[in-house]
């Protein structure tokens, strides 16, 4: 059984920054490719970040591009996004997600487990 577990989220204020982690456990989780994705009040689960298994790969929304980065520790069993020059409009539950595969998705449909969220709030 895979357990994903977030951490990192906070109160900040616009500019500043913040690192989401999220530990992974079970058997395999190294040669699995890794995901975060949030959700803001009212609006849809949308894609962040995405990242290969071997860490060799990844992508990012459109949204995001230059100021957050995923990497990931295999060691560790731990995936990270690093959240630089945040805006009001990234305030969200973030999640992390695994799929059992080496290639990274932006589509939420194609991971098979997730984390319970982080709260990130961003003051303007």
């Known amino acids: 059984q895979v357990q994903l577990v977030e951490s990192g989220g906070g109160l900040v204020q616009a500019g500043d920054s913040l690192r989401l982690s999220c530990a992974a456990s079970?058997?395999?989780?190294?040669?699995?490719?890794m995901g975060w994705f949030r959700r803001a009040p009212g609006k849809e689960r949308e894609f962040v970040a995405t990242?290969?298994?071997?860490?060799?790969?990844?992508d990012y929304a459109d949204f995001v591009k230059g100021r957050f980065t995923m990497s990931r520790d295999n060691a560790q069993n731990t995936v990270y996004l690093q959240m630089n020059s945040l805006k009001p409009d990234d305030a969200a539950v973030y999640y992390c997600?695994?799929?059992?595969?080496?290639?990274?998705?932006?589509?939420?449909?194609?991971?098979?487990?997730w984390g319970q969220g982080t709260q990130v709030t961003v003051s303007s």
């Open positions: 997600a695994a799929r059992t595969t080496y290639f990274p998705s932006k589509y939420s449909e194609e991971y098979e487990y």
């Open positions: 990242i290969a298994s071997n860490g060799g790969r990844t």
């Open positions: 079970g058997p395999t989780v190294r040669s699995f490719a």
